[in-house]
T-cell receptor
């Protein structure tokens, strides 16, 4: 069965430091992967998807099939990046399977 | 543009009482609809999803049920709430025909069972 693992519940970094939120997956086939974000008092929303290969708010994520990872990275963290981040993977014909989430706290 | 609304935003209910959370989507037709529960340390758990009126798939056997009486309406219910039903419930929709994989979430309903 498809599974998404986010090993860190909480990640604290200083403003201006690099950020890497880890995501590992198990999937038989070519996966599509997503990162969703939930800022304080806002709705959960899509941040980026690997298929579009774009950078959103300075974040990028590269699919590494060898390591079955889709880590989310940003070179210089900002305070406004503090939020809950979820990695997600479609599971066949059923809806997205989400990881348990990582709370990012950027310290000024 | 498409919008999604769910209510109530906050609900406090005694154990054994019934539950009804409602979700409606506007500005699209034949969406896929979902109920997720968000719990600290447990992430987002898919509860139910629906690809059409009257079609409900349950992902987790539990005390809850879902119904889709209309194309853009999705209801989460329980006949008798348990303490373990407390949590933050999220309704979401996605395109039915052209599935891009993107989900659009509502603002959530926080349920506290006492």
């Amino acid at each position: 069965a498809q599974r998404v693992t986010q090993p860190e519940k909480l990640l604290s970094v200083f403003k201006g430091a690099p950020v890497e939120l880890k995501c590992n997956y198990s999937y038989s086939g070519s996966p599509e992967l997503f990162w969703y974000v939930q800022y304080s008092r806002q709705r959960l929303q899509l941040l980026l998807r690997h298929i579009s290969r774009e950078s959103i708010k300075g974040f990028t994520a590269d699919l590494n099939k060898g390591e079955t990872s889709f880590h989310l990275k940003k070179p210089f963290a900002q305070e406004e990046d503090s939020a809950m981040y979820y990695c997600a993977l479609p599971s066949g014909n059923t809806p997205l399977v989400f990881g348990k989430g990582t709370r990012l706290s950027v310290i000024a | 543009s498409q919008t999604i609304h769910q209510w109530p935003a906050t609900l406090v209910q005694p154990v054994g009482s019934p539950l009804s959370l409602e979700c409606t989507v506007e500005g699209t037709s034949n969406p896929n609809l979902y109920w997720y529960r968000q719990a600290a340390g447990r992430g987002l758990q898919l509860l139910f999803y629906s690809v059409g009126i009257g079609q409900i798939s349950s992902e987790v056997p539990q005390n809850l049920s879902a119904s889709r009486p209309q194309d853009r309406q999705f209801i989460l219910s329980s006949k008798k709430l348990l303490l373990s039903d407390s949590g933050f419930y999220l309704c979401a929709w996605s395109e039915g025909a052209a599935n891009t994989g993107e989900l659009f979430f509502g603002e959530g309903s926080r349920l506290t069972v006492l």
